[in-house]
Protein backbone atom coordinates (compact mmCIF):
# COMPACT_ATOMS: atom_id res chain seq x y z
CA UNK A 1 0.00 0.00 0.00
CA UNK A 2 1.17 3.13 -1.05
CA UNK A 3 0.96 5.83 1.96
CA UNK A 4 0.66 9.52 1.74
CA UNK A 5 3.52 9.96 3.29
CA UNK A 6 5.91 8.56 0.79
CA UNK A 7 5.42 11.38 -1.44
CA UNK A 8 7.55 13.48 0.97
CA UNK A 9 10.24 11.80 -0.70
CA UNK A 10 8.94 12.24 -4.64
CA UNK A 11 7.20 15.14 -4.21
CA UNK A 12 8.11 17.18 -0.82
CA UNK A 13 6.98 20.18 -2.10
CA UNK A 14 3.67 18.73 -2.56
CA UNK A 15 3.47 16.64 0.82
CA UNK A 16 4.74 19.56 2.71
CA UNK A 17 2.22 22.08 0.87
CA UNK A 18 -0.95 19.61 1.35
CA UNK A 19 -0.21 19.26 5.11
CA UNK A 20 0.25 22.84 6.17
CA UNK A 21 -3.08 23.48 3.51
CA UNK A 22 -5.03 21.25 5.33
CA UNK A 23 -4.24 21.58 8.37
CA UNK A 24 -4.85 25.27 8.46
CA UNK A 25 -7.98 24.75 6.39
CA UNK A 26 -9.51 22.61 9.53
CA UNK A 27 -8.64 24.39 12.01
CA UNK A 28 -10.13 27.52 10.04
CA UNK A 29 -13.23 25.19 9.69
CA UNK A 30 -13.61 24.66 13.29
CA UNK A 31 -12.61 27.65 14.24
CA UNK A 32 -15.46 29.17 12.36
CA UNK A 33 -17.55 26.83 14.29
CA UNK A 34 -16.84 27.40 17.03
CA UNK A 35 -17.62 31.37 16.43
CA UNK A 36 -20.63 31.06 15.25
CA UNK A 37 -21.81 29.05 18.32
CA UNK A 38 -20.96 32.17 20.05
CA UNK A 39 -22.86 34.00 18.30
CA UNK A 40 -25.79 32.48 18.72
CA UNK A 41 -25.91 31.85 22.11
CA UNK A 42 -23.46 28.29 23.07
CA UNK A 43 -20.13 29.51 24.80
CA UNK A 44 -19.21 25.42 24.71
CA UNK A 45 -16.58 25.70 22.27
CA UNK A 46 -15.38 29.20 23.73
CA UNK A 47 -14.45 27.92 26.74
CA UNK A 48 -12.60 24.78 26.00
CA UNK A 49 -10.22 26.91 23.97
CA UNK A 50 -11.70 26.38 19.94
CA UNK A 51 -11.51 29.97 19.43
CA UNK A 52 -8.07 29.36 17.90
CA UNK A 53 -6.64 28.12 14.95
CA UNK A 54 -3.97 25.12 17.11
CA UNK A 55 -3.86 21.97 15.14
CA UNK A 56 -3.35 20.34 18.78
CA UNK A 57 -7.10 21.77 19.73
CA UNK A 58 -9.13 21.94 16.82
CA UNK A 59 -7.57 18.20 15.51
CA UNK A 60 -6.02 16.65 17.74
CA UNK A 61 -2.39 14.37 17.92
CA UNK A 62 -3.78 11.20 16.17
CA UNK A 63 -5.86 13.89 12.98
CA UNK A 64 -2.19 15.12 13.02
CA UNK A 65 -0.73 11.98 12.95
CA UNK A 66 -2.96 10.29 9.98
CA UNK A 67 -2.96 13.69 8.17
CA UNK A 68 0.63 13.01 7.80
CA UNK A 69 0.32 8.99 7.09
CA UNK A 70 -2.28 9.08 5.16
CA UNK A 71 -3.41 12.45 4.19
CA UNK A 72 -6.39 12.68 5.67
CA UNK A 73 -7.45 14.43 8.90
CA UNK A 74 -10.57 15.85 10.58
CA UNK A 75 -11.63 18.01 13.76
CA UNK A 76 -13.95 18.61 16.47
CA UNK A 77 -15.41 21.39 18.11
CA UNK A 78 -17.88 20.88 20.94
CA UNK A 79 -21.48 22.02 20.37
CA UNK A 80 -24.46 22.12 22.64
CA UNK A 81 -27.56 22.65 20.42
CA UNK A 82 -29.71 23.22 24.10
CA UNK A 83 -28.24 26.71 23.94
CA UNK A 84 -28.73 27.54 20.91
CA UNK A 85 -32.01 28.85 20.65
CA UNK A 86 -33.73 27.51 17.19
CA UNK A 87 -33.51 24.82 14.36
CA UNK A 88 -32.07 28.17 12.19
CA UNK A 89 -29.53 28.72 14.28
CA UNK A 90 -28.20 25.18 14.69
CA UNK A 91 -27.73 25.16 10.98
CA UNK A 92 -26.11 28.42 10.65
CA UNK A 93 -23.45 27.01 13.13
CA UNK A 94 -23.43 23.52 11.11
CA UNK A 95 -22.83 25.46 7.86
CA UNK A 96 -20.42 28.15 9.57
CA UNK A 97 -17.73 25.37 8.63
CA UNK A 98 -17.82 24.20 4.91
CA UNK A 99 -18.66 28.34 4.57
CA UNK A 100 -15.01 29.00 6.17
CA UNK A 101 -13.75 26.09 3.31
CA UNK A 102 -15.54 27.54 0.50
CA UNK A 103 -14.26 31.13 0.86
CA UNK A 104 -10.82 29.87 1.50
CA UNK A 105 -11.35 27.81 -2.09
CA UNK A 106 -12.24 31.34 -3.58
CA UNK A 107 -9.39 33.38 -2.23
CA UNK A 108 -7.08 30.72 -2.87
CA UNK A 109 -8.71 30.30 -6.74
CA UNK A 110 -8.20 34.04 -7.09
CA UNK A 111 -4.77 33.72 -6.12
CA UNK A 112 -3.70 30.72 -8.51
CA UNK A 113 -5.96 32.40 -11.29
CA UNK A 114 -4.20 35.86 -10.90
CA UNK A 115 -0.68 34.85 -10.68
CA UNK A 116 -0.94 32.26 -13.76
CA UNK A 117 -2.33 35.05 -15.65
CA UNK A 118 0.75 37.40 -14.80
CA UNK A 119 3.07 34.62 -16.60
CA UNK A 120 5.87 35.23 -14.03
CA UNK A 121 8.02 31.85 -13.78
CA UNK A 122 9.05 32.71 -10.74
CA UNK A 123 5.29 32.47 -8.79
CA UNK A 124 5.08 29.13 -10.22
CA UNK A 125 5.12 27.16 -6.80
CA UNK A 126 3.07 29.79 -5.26
CA UNK A 127 0.51 28.78 -7.97
CA UNK A 128 0.51 25.27 -7.45
CA UNK A 129 0.23 25.98 -3.59
CA UNK A 130 -2.78 28.12 -4.01
CA UNK A 131 -4.39 25.55 -6.41
CA UNK A 132 -3.76 22.85 -3.92
CA UNK A 133 -5.36 25.21 -1.56
CA UNK A 134 -8.91 25.84 -3.90
CA UNK A 135 -9.09 22.06 -4.33
CA UNK A 136 -7.94 21.00 -0.71
CA UNK A 137 -11.03 23.04 0.53
CA UNK A 138 -13.27 22.59 -2.27
CA UNK A 139 -13.32 18.70 -1.49
CA UNK A 140 -13.45 19.61 2.54
CA UNK A 141 -16.41 21.79 1.56
CA UNK A 142 -18.19 18.68 -0.67
CA UNK A 143 -16.97 16.37 1.98
CA UNK A 144 -18.73 18.10 5.17
CA UNK A 145 -21.86 19.06 2.95
CA UNK A 146 -22.44 15.44 2.64
CA UNK A 147 -26.30 14.76 4.22
CA UNK A 148 -24.91 12.29 6.84
CA UNK A 149 -25.05 12.04 10.50
CA UNK A 150 -22.51 13.42 12.23
CA UNK A 151 -21.29 15.50 9.24
CA UNK A 152 -22.29 19.21 8.77
CA UNK A 153 -24.60 18.99 6.07
CA UNK A 154 -26.87 16.59 7.78
CA UNK A 155 -27.80 19.58 10.30
CA UNK A 156 -28.15 22.28 7.06
CA UNK A 157 -30.39 19.86 5.34
CA UNK A 158 -32.16 19.21 8.60
CA UNK A 159 -33.59 23.04 8.22
CA UNK A 160 -35.11 22.05 5.16
CA UNK A 161 -36.39 18.42 6.22
CA UNK A 162 -37.10 18.08 9.41
CA UNK A 163 -38.03 14.44 9.68
CA UNK A 164 -34.03 14.19 9.26
CA UNK A 165 -33.87 15.61 12.80
CA UNK A 166 -35.85 13.06 13.99
CA UNK A 167 -33.34 9.76 13.75
CA UNK A 168 -31.96 8.57 16.62
CA UNK A 169 -28.67 8.65 17.73
CA UNK A 170 -27.94 5.18 18.04
CA UNK A 171 -29.14 4.85 14.08
CA UNK A 172 -27.53 8.12 13.11
CA UNK A 173 -23.83 6.67 14.36
CA UNK A 174 -24.75 3.63 12.27
CA UNK A 175 -25.55 5.45 9.29
CA UNK A 176 -22.42 7.65 9.51
CA UNK A 177 -19.94 4.37 10.03
CA UNK A 178 -21.26 2.87 6.64
CA UNK A 179 -20.94 5.86 4.81
CA UNK A 180 -17.70 6.46 5.99
CA UNK A 181 -16.73 2.71 4.83
CA UNK A 182 -18.25 2.63 1.33
CA UNK A 183 -16.14 6.68 0.94
CA UNK A 184 -13.13 4.45 1.94
CA UNK A 185 -13.22 1.41 0.44
CA UNK A 186 -15.71 2.16 -2.95
CA UNK A 187 -15.49 4.39 -5.72
CA UNK A 188 -17.61 7.21 -3.74
CA UNK A 189 -15.04 8.65 -2.34
CA UNK A 190 -13.39 9.10 -5.68
CA UNK A 191 -16.24 11.12 -6.94
CA UNK A 192 -16.51 13.16 -3.92
CA UNK A 193 -12.63 13.95 -4.29
CA UNK A 194 -13.98 14.62 -8.09
CA UNK A 195 -16.66 17.00 -7.45
CA UNK A 196 -14.74 19.00 -5.16
CA UNK A 197 -11.76 19.64 -7.47
CA UNK A 198 -14.36 20.07 -10.61
CA UNK A 199 -15.85 22.68 -7.83
CA UNK A 200 -12.12 24.32 -7.79
CA UNK A 201 -12.03 24.42 -11.17
CA UNK A 202 -15.44 26.24 -11.72
CA UNK A 203 -13.77 28.80 -8.95
CA UNK A 204 -10.54 29.27 -10.64
CA UNK A 205 -12.18 29.04 -13.95
CA UNK A 206 -14.36 32.37 -13.20
CA UNK A 207 -11.50 34.35 -11.31
CA UNK A 208 -9.91 33.51 -14.66
CA UNK A 209 -12.50 34.99 -16.49
CA UNK A 210 -12.77 37.81 -14.19
CA UNK A 211 -9.07 38.57 -14.95
CA UNK A 212 -9.16 39.15 -18.36
CA UNK A 213 -12.27 41.37 -17.68
CA UNK A 214 -9.29 43.89 -17.12
CA UNK A 215 -6.34 42.92 -18.93
Known sequence: MDFFISSLGRDPFYFLSWVGIVTFSICFHEYAHASMALKRGDDTAAQLGHLSLNPMVQMGPMSVVMLLLIGI???AVPVNPGRLRTRADVAMVSFAGPAANL???LLFGFAAAGLSLMGDPSTSLVVRFCAYGC???????V??????PMFDGWSVFSLFFPAMS?????????ISLIVLAVVFIT???????GLGAALSGVV????ARVFALFL
Open 135 to 141: VANGVLF
Open 143 to 148: FNMLPV
Open 204 to 207: MGAW
Open 166 to 174: QVGPQKAQN
Open 187 to 193: PLGGLIW
Open 103 to 105: LLS
Open 73 to 75: AWG
